[in-house]
């Protein structure tokens, strides 16, 4: 199938041989008719897969109560979001500023960061992807080298190579303001930290009065099978990002910090024109009360723990990542396996790492599903074999 282009958009993503049209549950449909499951749900975006009635109602009577104000004025359903999201988060991130994605997201927290301390450095880990804003980019791994842009990063950066401990902590100075880290790395092909490495990052914090930020743009909202990655590996962050699953497919983010940082954050700190929009925050705080009261982190878990056990076999070696942040290290190149799973009708997405394709699924994902995963893959060790 040839996508087709058009001669107004811009378009900068390879694409994949597949035009969806419409969407329920896990499934994907093109304008043939053709169905297709989805685990890779749109970058992580699509929590609750598509046409969740719930979620769906409410973004509807939203939609027609209030599309959108400013934060000029206070309203109801954004409190009501703030305290579902600070309820849900770990107890000492009590505080919540919503903004429009996580690059947004990544860039405040950064900020925060270097005006709280009054430093200017901040470590990164080697094959991070933190956003293409300027600060965001920063802290990304080989942006500088590829596509940054910007003639110079808006404050020092130091990148140390993943799970060192040592290499960590000596990178760590008085001149410091902060270390970002994704819990699980998402775009790197869902590479899973040591628990030791996130607990130095902390402990090395402390030691230094510098903060420690977690960037869960992609492992938050229960993706890990937890709240957070933060739940997950029990550390706990000074300032905490999030977006992707958090409406669900409606464009938001959100950053969470403590008490102590958001006392100092007067009139003017922050700001984002559609952050905290009423559309935006009944999505979130929906996905939330579904999340919980469907209890999907336990069906996360589960199906997540099917997926490492089952499917090392045929193309793929070994299986990292948690929850439902999965990468399969493939034997082959990982675009070849993605493509034969398609022409399988199942959609999956790369990584970074060329033999790393990476499973982001709806968190509504069965059993069921699972299976017509390791079917394709039998097919693609059968197709390989001939």
């Known amino acids: 199938m040839t996508i087709p282009q058009t001669a107004n958009l811009t378009e900068v993503y390879p694409l994949v041989p597949f035009q969806p049209i419409t969407g329920q ?41 209030l599309l959108f104000q400013s934060n000029l004025v206070a309203m109801n359903i954004r409190d009501e979001a703030a305290e579902k999201l600070a309820d ?39 094959h991070a992807f933190h956003g293409r804003t300027g600060a965001a980019a920063a802290v990304t791994w080989g942006a500088k080298k590829s596509w940054y842009g910007f003639p110079h ?40 930290f040591s628990k030791e490495f996130l607990v130095a990052a902390r402990e090395s914090c402390n030691q230094n009065s510098a903060m420690l930020i977690l960037d869960e743009v992609q492992t938050g909202v ?9 739940d997950l590996f029990g550390v706990t962050p000074d300032l905490l990002t999030t977006a992707k699953a958090l409406g669900g497919g409606v464009p938001c983010a959100a950053i969470l910090m403590t008490d102590s940082l958001a006392k100092d954050l007067g009139p003017g700190a922050l700001g984002s024109t559609f952050g905290g929009a009423p559309l935006a925050c009944a999505a979130i705080k929906t996905v939330l009360e579904i999340i919980e009261e469907e209890n999907l982190l336990a069906n996360i878990k589960k199906i997540g723990d099917l997926i490492r056990n089952k499917c090392v076999f045929g193309p793929i070696l070994e299986v990292q990542g948690a929850g439902f942040l999965i990468g399969l290290k493939t034997k082959p190149r990982a675009a ?50 001939q």
């Open 88 to 126: 849900f988060a770990p107890d000492e991130l009590s505080r919540v500023f919503f903004v429009n994605s996580g690059s947004e997201a990544n860039e405040n927290a950064l900020r925060i960061a270097l005006q709280s301390t009054g430093r200017s450095k901040i470590i990164a880990v080697e």
């Open 222 to 230: 229960g993706r890990l099978g937890t709240p957070f990655g933060a």
């Open 153 to 192: 990063t808006p404050f020092d950066v130091t990148f140390v190579p993943r799970n060192d401990v040592a290499a960590l902590r000596e990178a760590v100075d008085n001149n410091t303001a902060g270390i970002i880290i994704e819990p699980v790395q998402g775009v790197a092909g869902a590479f899973d």
């Open 25 to 65: 549950g896990v499934f994907l449909r093109d304008a043939q008719g053709r169905e297709v499951l989805d685990l890779y749900g749109g970058h992580a975006v699509a929590s609750l897969g598509y046409g969740h009635p719930r979620l769906t109602s409410a973004i509807k009577k939203q939609a027609e109560k």
């Open 336 to 385: 070849h396996v993605r493509d034969a799973l398609l022409r399988c009708g199942i959609l999956t997405g790369t990584s970074s790492d060329p033999h790393v394709l990476r499973l982001l699924p709806p968190f509504i994902l069965e059993e069921q599903h699972v299976n017509l995963l390791l079917q394709a893959l039998e097919e693609f060790k059968s197709e390989t074999l």
